[in-house]
C-alpha cells in the first residue's frame, strides 16, 4: 500500500514503510548533488528526515510519520543522483519500522 505526504510516497510492505521522493519532487530539485541524512535512529512526525542539495534548489525534507530508521540509502551519499532514478529499489530515502498504524492510514492516497 501507498501513501504520499511532504512530497514522499511511503510504501509499506509487511512492517516496513519505505520513504521515497514522488516524481514531482525529483523533477523540482533536478539532479540531486548531495544528501546528508539524519543521525537519529527514531524520528517524530515532522522531524528533519534529510537535507538535500540539487540542481535546482537545496532542500530538508521532514517526515510524515514518526518511526524507528532501520535504514537509510547509503548508496545515495555516494551516489547521489540515485535519488533521480524511476527505479524504486535505487531512489528510496529511508525505511522505517514501529509506526503507528493510524497515523499511515490517515496519510493522503
Keep these: ?12 510492505q509487511d512492517d ?16 540531486v548533488g548531495f544528501v546528508d541524512f539524519t543521525q537519529e535512529s527514531h524520528l517524530e512526525e515532522g522531524d528533519t528526515l534529510v537535507n ?3 540542481a535546482k534548489s537545496v532542500l ?3 517526515s510524515p510519520i514518526a518511526g524507528d530508521i532501520i535504514e537509510v540509502n547509503k548508496a545515495a551519499v ?10 524504486e529499489e535505487e531512489n ?4 522505517l519500522s ?6 499511515f492510514q490517515a496519510l493522503e492516497k
Design 60 to 62: 530538508e525534507l521532514d
Design 98 to 103: 514501529n509506526v503507528n498504524e493510524e497515523e
Design 1 to 12: 500500500m501507498q501513501k504520499r505526504a511532504n512530497f514522499l510516497f511511503i510504501t509499506k
Design 16 to 31: 516496513i514503510y519505505t520513504l521515497s521522493m514522488t516524481p514531482e519532487l525529483q523533477d523540482d530539485l533536478g539532479t
Design 78 to 87: 555516494d551516489n547521489p543522483s540515485l535519488l533521480n532514478s524511476e527505479k
Design 52 to 54: 538535500l542539495e540539487a
Design 92 to 95: 528510496w530515502l529511508v525505511k
